[in-house]
Nanobody, 123 residues
Framework: QVQLVESGGGLVQQGGSLRLSCAASVSISSITAMGWYRQAPGKGRELVANITTGGTTTYTDSVKGRFTISRDNAKNTVSLQMNILKPEDTAVYYC?????????????????WGQGTQVTVSS
């Protein structure tokens, strides 16, 4: 079972920066994709950024040019550097991991979530 623990959230003023980190309980080298989602009050959970084993990254349009996702397979961590933060970035941020296993019965998808970390951007 993969466990994910986030850290680095907090309160920051508009235009400031925060760095979120996600530590996995297992080696992430075989995890297909790791990413960050966020959920603002009264809204659904949305993908913020994603990075594959090969290093391919995906960002939601609203954070492109401001956020950078990275992974360190040696440390089993994924980070999200958030710059030029805006009040609309305020949300609980969740780390997510997705991978597949192959067995006699075929390919099975799996995923895991962290407990979430609060990011609050004041105007």
């Amino acid at each position: 079972q993969v466990q994910l623990v986030e850290s680095g959230g907090g309160l920051v003023q508009q235009g400031g920066s925060l760095r979120l980190s996600c530590a996995a309980s297992v080696s992430i080298s075989s995890i297909t994709a790791m990413g960050w989602y966020r959920q603002a009050p009264g809204k659904g959970r949305e993908l913020v950024a994603n990075i594959t084993t090969g290093g391919t990254t995906t960002y939601t349009d609203s954070v492109k040019g401001r956020f950078t996702i990275s992974r360190d397979n040696a440390k089993n961590t994924v980070s999200l550097q958030m710059n030029i933060l805006k009040p609309e970035d305020t949300a609980v941020y969740y780390c997510h991991a997705a991978w597949r296993t192959v067995s006699y019965y075929g390919v099975q998808p799996h995923d895991a979530w962290g407990q979430g970390t609060q990011v609050t951007v004041s105007s």
